[in-house]
């Protein structure tokens, strides 16, 4: 049923939900967020991405592309409840955009192909959820296609997410017939008839309740084995009440140590009621998770969510529209009214709130005010970038901010005219602003523009934005990939001497390290093994404390340029062994220079290797193609890692080097006629055949 949207200003923090879409491309999102919208009454036209009209893919490029390129938020009311919705992108290249989602998200609905079942990038943002600690329930879309299965997919859950799916419906018919489900926790029928915006509710058909009751018992099993109070219900009377079941569901929901899984297809517009159901049912309020730290000088606060406490907002997103920028805030204490100065606790700046809005992807409602709990979008406010921390000028903080990948791809980029090069610049740090992911540099030794981003689709986008809103025809170079350098065989006992002496004060530091390769990475972002890490084992008090850290300070210096080519060093341990002071000419400064030096010595004198970023590859083709397409990936030095058959077609999972990827989408439909298609997702650094040092060489 549809409800009114509500006030905000008479809904309790309780009735709150802030919530993201998640999944690979083409799962469903922007139709499950669609349909998310017509149901509560948001929008009164259901939007179709096929048709290029949907709310939340607004962008020219969305619609062209038919996928979505930024998070757009939306708002609605379901039940008494505001849920503040986020659709993310579901491409591997704007991974990042989902990144900073899910920094300001208390809960998510993870979408799957009920065809496909879990695919690579649902995988990688499932982990990502699981980094912030997102708590999410599970919806399997497209019930009505051909080959759909709810328990294949489900499946493929439990093995490849490592989760506890808990499944509570039984879809009723299958492709084309799939009409309804069976509510396993009410034990209800709901039937939804075609064309219609409702269901029907009705009791068990009895051609279903043995399977119903088998799968309510599956599910009552699940349940008691995670949660105690279920346990000592389900002990007394070997069954469990509609109530105790639904509690232990939110309580496993909201710990994470199992996954609501419900079932649908949000195309034709069934599912879209119960799955909202869920969301207010199971997915935390702001009041449900825990506070925000933040710090305060060289100590950490928590900032509870209470809209009487100081103001504490994370900016997630800035937007530049043709009406000005839009900055988009996560408030998680305090309030902020228009017109109100805050404090930029990270660039140590005031800014003026202009207007407050309530979002609607592409539309804004003014409103007066956001208090604790609240994502909303501000104007007025000039400098604040993605990750900053607005505050209280009397109490600041600054919040942890939403962490950046790496990019990995790198493109010259250049005006076709002279005379437009400043506005070039001006339009490259516009786009920098909007998504940090996207890197400017200046290359030192061709003095071209370099534009470094997390794809070859991602600088595509960024590109055909610079050429459509600021009306520049650009030049673009090759694209090149980011390479690493990584030690293969380190040295010991490296002694160097830093010594200068040019009238007056002098400068002197004498240090011994030892060079170490560590694990590399596996994702590339740092989050796996550590991409350096230096320690001191000089004992006798040799060398003082501020002098140690200078050497460490000095040795991260020197990685950012390695022997083989001048890319970053990774995968380096440094061990300070030994070292010497002078009374008068030592300092910080002296030791930070040796330990700079020293190292770009040791790592001269180690045997280093190239590194290169790889990606898993996972192509789709008919079954008539497999050969020429598996020779195409060896061909591109890729490592064939499974080939799956499903009614006619072949799934082909390959890891492949980044490099070899440039071109591949329109190669795979050469081949294939059109009818192949790949998806890829980062999976970290490997080492370059036969790029190392000299040393090597010689033995």
Request: contains cysteine; aromatic residues 4%; glycine residues 10%.
């Amino acid at each position: 049923m549809r409800t009114d949207l509500h006030r905000h200003d008479t809904d309790p923090l309780t009735a709150v939900r802030n919530v993201g879409i998640l999944a690979h491309v083409d799962a469903g999102k922007t139709t499950v967020t669609e349909r998310i919208l017509y149901t509560t009454g948001a929008t009164y036209k259901r939007g179709e991405v096929h048709d290029g009209t949907t709310v939340t893919d607004f962008d020219v490029q969305e619609r062209e592309r038919g996928i979505t390129i930024s998070a757009a938020a939306v708002s609605c009311a379901w039940d008494g409840h505001r849920i503040n919705l986020i659709d993310t992108p579901g491409h591997v290249d704007f991974a990042d955009e989902v990144e900073r989602s899910l920094r300001v998200l208390d809960g998510a609905i993870a979408v799957f192909d009920a065809v496909a079942g879990v695919e690579p990038q649902s995988e990688s943002v499932w982990r990502q959820a699981d980094r912030h600690g997102v708590p999410r329930i599970a919806f399997v879309n497209k019930l009505d296609r051909a080959g759909a299965d709810l328990d294949t997919a489900v499946e493929s859950m439990r093995r490849r997410l490592d989760t506890v799916p808990m499944v509570v419906q039984l879809p009723v018919g299958s492709e084309d017939a799939f009409t309804g489900v069976v509510d396993l926790i009410r034990m209800r029928l709901l039937t939804w008839r075609e064309g219609g915006d409702t269901y029907v509710e009705g009791p068990v058909p009895e051609e279903l309740r043995q399977e119903a009751r088998r799968r309510r018992r599956l599910l009552e099993e699940t349940v008691a084995q995670l949660h105690p109070g279920a346990l000592e219900e389900f002990c007394d009377g070997s069954a469990l009440s509609a109530g105790t079941l639904a509690g232990a569901l939110r309580d496993l929901t909201r710990s994470g140590e199992g996954v609501v899984v419900l079932c649908g297809s949000a195309y034709r517009n069934r599912g879209v009621e119960p799955l909202l159901d869920a969301v207010v049912a199971y997915l935390p309020s702001p009041l449900d998770v825990p506070a925000v730290r933040g710090a305060v000088g060289d100590d950490e606060q928590e900032r509870v969510c209470d809209p009487a406490a100081p103001l504490a907002a994370l900016v997630f997103k800035v937007q530049a529209t043709p009406r000005g920028r839009l900055t988009y805030l996560r408030v998680y204490s305090g309030r902020v009214h228009r017109g109100e100065a805050v404090w930029d606790a990270g660039a140590r700046r005031t800014e003026r709130i202009g207007r407050i809005l309530r979002v609607q992807a592409d539309r804004h409602t003014e409103v007066e005010r956001a208090v604790a709990g609240d994502i909303v979008a501000v104007a007025g406010v000039k400098a604040a970038r993605s990750g900053a921390t607005l505050c209280a000028p009397d109490a600041p903080v600054v919040l942890e901010p939403p962490t950046v990948a790496e990019p990995v791809v790198s493109v010259a980029v250049e005006a076709r005219r002279n005379a437009d090069s400043a506005r070039l610049v001006a339009a490259l740090a516009r786009l920098v602003e909007e998504d940090p992911s996207l890197v400017v540099r200046t290359d030192r030794e061709s003095g071209q523009t370099v534009l470094s981003g997390m794809g070859e689709l991602h600088l595509e986008v960024a590109v055909e934005k610079i050429r459509r809103a600021h009306g520049l025809e650009v030049g673009v170079g090759r694209p090149q990939v980011a390479y690493r350098e990584t030690v293969s065989r380190g040295v010991s006992g490296l002694v160097y001497r830093h010594v200068k002496q040019e009238g007056g004060a002098g400068q002197f530091a004498h240090v011994v390290i030892d060079v170490r390769p560590l694990p590399v990475a596996q994702d590339g972002t740092g989050d796996g093994a550590a991409d350096f890490v230096f320690r001191s084992v000089v004992t006798g008090g040799r060398l003082p404390r501020d002098y140690v850290q200078a050497v460490e300070a000095g040795c991260r210096d020197a990685l950012s340029e390695g022997p083989l080519g001048g890319h970053r060093v990774t995968g380096v341990q440094v061990t300070l062994t030994d070292g010497s002071t002078h009374p008068k000419d030592s300092s910080p400064m002296a030791f930070r220079t040796a330990g700079r030096f020293a190292l770009r010595a040791a790592l001269r004198a180690s045997v280093m290797a190239l590194l290169e970023p790889v990606v898993e590859v996972t192509a789709t083709v008919p079954e008539d193609a497999v050969g020429g397409v598996l020779g195409d990936l060896a061909a591109r030095r890729g490592h064939i890692s499974a080939s799956v058959m499903r009614a006619g077609t072949a799934v082909v999972t390959a890891t492949v080097p980044l490099a070899e990827l440039f071109g591949y989408a329109s190669q795979l439909r050469g081949r294939t006629q059109g009818r192949g298609t790949f998806t890829s997702r980062a999976t970290g650094y490997a080492p370059v055949p036969g790029a190392v040092s000299g040393q090597v060489a010689s033995r």
